[in-house]
């Protein structure tokens, strides 16, 4: 960062970093910005007599230390929720405040992203693997074949491969002969790139996935390491057995050639890794596709082996040293919200789909809000932003102005990125690479913010309650906050401070000692799973439907709710075929509508879209949110997940400019 005193005036990539090598991607180079933005929050305030009011840091502590504890005596701990989000899991010492947090009130009111982004894959790796939320991860150096399946890492980057220099490690993986392989009804940035592309009809990757499987087990899988290492083969094989290369192509509107020559790309490599991304995990199928996806990699031999899929265990964390049990096949799940008992919890959350009707309920009254936007993020906006204007207390912890901050009660500026000394942690197992790094704070806090783990220890301090035995909150920093989590994981801080980036070889093997000596080998075919892909069944048809389906796409300019550059406006994407029949014009301003509601915006022209699917890009507030359209009752009956890709909705014009 080049700075001018406090403003910061460039971003330039450090070209003898060994993870970035010299890239910064667009939400980095926007740091600057976002740190200086006009609508930025710098001191508490409170909502008295109707009214979000500035106030001290000592007047919203008491009364919020005062409110939780009489939500607590009054009502139990479950009255108390929170919720983190994307601005909450990059802080590390505000991540682990949060946890101590709900552990010690003793709520089970827990609610995140992880609901409303990839819990099908908490949710598939325990029933497969007995570890919750593992994911495999392709090595950029060894793997020989790479598909990606519902993710475009050239733009969003990170939460699936977590590329950090994207184009650069696909360029470099051709060249040394890894295949890369794309299943996206987009022919998106990340496919033009690859080596092939399928793009089948939305929500049916399973039945590609099966096709190969299927295919497989007849000739090409490693059978040898399957008899070793597996089982539930023979009804993996029932399982896929109807995605013969006929039905398969038919219900995915496909050319069968095209996944016979993906079928000998597959043969060919041996072993691979599939990387999928919010695609698979927001749409109908989410979780037997995942499931799918690690089966395939399993049926290749390539699960938790060279030239296959390794899996991180967080270099802080270390899992693969940690002593737990696994999983059933059912998955761990713990019972639901009273008021939606049918939305399990899974991963110590509840899902996001219950808090309109938690709150309803009267059984969550307080809402703990740590860097997320909820009026953006969560299904059904209409419903789910009207419930929260029902809580008694909702905190919210931000650095900027948006609409969820404007109907908190409590408002809590917290440091940003720049103000913090930070680490990396909470992400960690879901790196490319075994690595931690420490930056120091670059710049002072702007106003009043205060770290979160400062805030959360003086409300327990006024709660009477210890959130972090033997940290004294009074002589603490963020140096010393980071010192004590690594301290409880076994690490030493000095090393890292003075080092500032610790990287280490991959760790191959762990996970399938664990899966040999505690599961007794990779369950190919998880009870539910299986039942699950049976009653899909039932939606595959061959013909093309007449409904539009709605699906997900990230803004390269965009970072979730927070806009980096007017280069990226809010645009309905169709197929040219599309906006002809419905007899539109691109230009135009255009009205999406779902059974739950409906959007208005500019329509542009993208053929690189699959005909039949339309793109409403999440991250707009108010008027723009494609969340009008989603909703709280369509939910998946396993993970609790809401629908946000293959919803059907039509569209119409609305004005001629707009
Ligand atoms: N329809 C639909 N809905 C979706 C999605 C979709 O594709 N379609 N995507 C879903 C997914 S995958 C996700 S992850 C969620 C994302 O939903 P959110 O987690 O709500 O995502 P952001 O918009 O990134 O919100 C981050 C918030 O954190 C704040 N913030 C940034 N930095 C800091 C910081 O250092 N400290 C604090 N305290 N706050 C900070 C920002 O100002 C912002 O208000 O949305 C989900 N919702
Ligand atoms: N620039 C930018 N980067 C981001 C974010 C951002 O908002 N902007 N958000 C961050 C967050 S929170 C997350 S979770 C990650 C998400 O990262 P990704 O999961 O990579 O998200 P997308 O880039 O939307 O890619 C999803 C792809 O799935 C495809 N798709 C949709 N439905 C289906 C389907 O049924 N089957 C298949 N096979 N594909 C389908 C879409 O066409 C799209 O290309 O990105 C992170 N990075
Ligand atoms: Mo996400």
Known sequence: MELDGEQIVKVRADEDHPVSRGYTCPKGRAIGMDQHRLERLEVPMIRENGELRPTSWEHVLDDLAAKLSGIIDKSGAR?????????????????????????????????????????????????VTGISGLEP??????????????????????????????????????????????????????????????????????????FLIRELLIEGADFEYLARHAQGVDQLRVAVDRFTLARASAICGLDPQQLLDFLAAVRKAGRLSVETGTGVTMQRAGNVTQWLSLALMAVTGSLDREGGAWVNPGRIMRKDKMDFPAAPEEGWNRPGPESRPELRGTHGDYPCAAIPDEIAAGHLRAMVVFGGNLEVCLPETGRSYEALKQLEVMAVFDVNQNRTVDIATHVLPTKSQLERADMTFVTDSSFPLMVTQYTPALIEPVGQRKAFWWILGQLGQRMGIDFFPGFDIDTGTDDRFLAYILAIFGHDFEELKEKRLIVEPPIIGWVQRFVDQKVGGWRLAPGPLAEQLQQLEARESVEDSDSLILIPRRQKFHENSKLLDLRDPPQVFMHSRDVRIAGLKEGELVRVRSVNG?????????????????????????????????????????????????????????????
């Open 79 to 127: 009255g108390v929720g929170t919720f983190i989000g994307g601005g909450g899991f990059l802080d590390a010492s505000g991540f682990y405040s949060l946890l101590s947090f709900l552990k010690t009130i003793g709520t089970p009111s827990a609610y995140s992203d992880m609901t409303i982004d990839s819990v099908a894959k908490v949710v598939a790796a325990e029933m």
């Open 137 to 210: 991860r392709a090595d950029l150096q060894s793997t020989r074949m790479v598909i990606f399946v519902g993710t475009n890492p050239v733009i969003s980057h990170t939460r699936t491969i977590q590329m950090h220099a994207p184009t650069a490690a696909m360029r470099d993986m051709r060249a040394q002969g890894s295949a890369l392989w794309v299943i996206d009804p987009r022919r998106t940035e990340t496919a033009q790139r690859a080596d092939g592309h399928i793009a089948p009809r939305p929500g049916l990757d399973y039945a590609v996935l099966g």
């Open 598 to 658: 409906e959007v208005q915006r500019c329509l542009k022209i993208d053929d690189t879209l699959r005909a039949g699917c339309i793109n409403v890009p999440h991250g707009w507030s108010d008027e723009l949110n494609v969340n009008r359209l989603t909703g709280t009752s369509e939910v998946d009956p396993i993970t609790g997940m809401v629908l946000y890709s293959g919803l059907e909705v039509s569209v119409e014009p609305a004005a001629p400019d707009c």
